[in-house]
């Protein structure tokens, strides 16, 4: 039986635990043996010392082994793909991957989760769909890949236990920002959701965990590493986060920004990221393809229709309406308006974020009902050109009040210029093992 307080200790020390070590620690954290304030001493001393890679995969391994795996390979005799985001403002990527990888032939299976603070969750965003069902027994997630060949679906109470309490310390305990910590939590629930292959889009920026684009670049290696231990391919899109993704802040009105994109008809920055996110999972899947032809299939899929008429299956399949008349509506719309001519320098991500979570779009604690209506629809971005009385955004609101002040929350998060600023991709960087 494990002391935990000579782990803390060691760890603090700058000491290294072995790989029992670490799985009894998650494995009598899980059961409720061990208690929280252990548990954040423990997160805060690895916060300042780290862990070493063996550790690290240690801490995936012990942290998988709390809960189910789902075997996804196994089930349908087909390598299933991923992605995964580190979370962002307005960053429904995965609601338009998902359907264009389908119609390319590619079953994806992906658990998700919900969103806390400034950045959303997938799942909240497709809660906005009526009747949309996240809550699958890992059972019918695994049947409607096979059968749909696409299901997102809130992870199990029983994929990852530990991450699930462990996060939520870390979460209050200023724990969270830490290479090891981060990498093992979304590996261990990657792994553990039984894809074969894997994008994981790295943020970097304001709105972003990382803020320094080398931190990312970090965190990016060390899941990479993690995924080639448990035989996963994973390769990692590292992208801009310092300005909201696409225009759309918001659970229905991201949901319609997906659809849109699905169309042809998306924002530029948020078509570069689910193009090359697409393209990178089928030149991964089992077709066999190199990536300027997934990339030529991607495209098609878009063009004639098919990653539309996937995404309806998908969501009927999950008993939701794919109508986009079907998505709730905010009774008041307000225009911010540019109160001096420019150009759009830069528009805070954080900001943004915060905007809509306070008009009721996000939740600041984990219990808080989502208002899937409201947000902000940002009509401006960086380097575009404005001239005085312009629209900059729009604010989606439940009433008057929540909408005077996420205007002015969202005036400030604009800040304009002379000059043109120089242009910035949204990807900017690809790293595969
Ligand atoms: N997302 C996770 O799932 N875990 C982390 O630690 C950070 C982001």
Redesign the pocket.
Known sequence: MIRVPELIERKRDGGELSPDELAELMLGYAKGEIPDYQLAAFCMAVFFRGLSSAETYALTDALIRTGETVDLHGALGRKVVDKHS??GVGDKTSIAVGPIVAACGVPFGKMS?RGLGHTGGTLDKLESIPGFRVELTTQEFIDQVRSVGLAIVGATANLVPADKKL?AL?DVTAT?DNYS??AA??MS?KIAGGADAIVLDVKVGDGA?MKARADAERLADVMINLGRRASREVVAVISNMDDPLGHAVGNALEIREAIATLRGEGPEDFVQLVVEASTQLLALSDLGVPRDEARSRVDQAIADGSALAAYERWIGAQGGKPDEAALPTAPVIRKVIAPRAGYVQSLGAVQVGNAALHLGAGRRDKDDQIDHAVGVLCLKKHGDAIATGDALAEIHARDMASAAAAADEVLGAYEVGDEAPREHSVILDVITA
């Open positions: 580190t979370g989760g996060y870390r969270v910590l981060i939590s979304i629930k965990f």
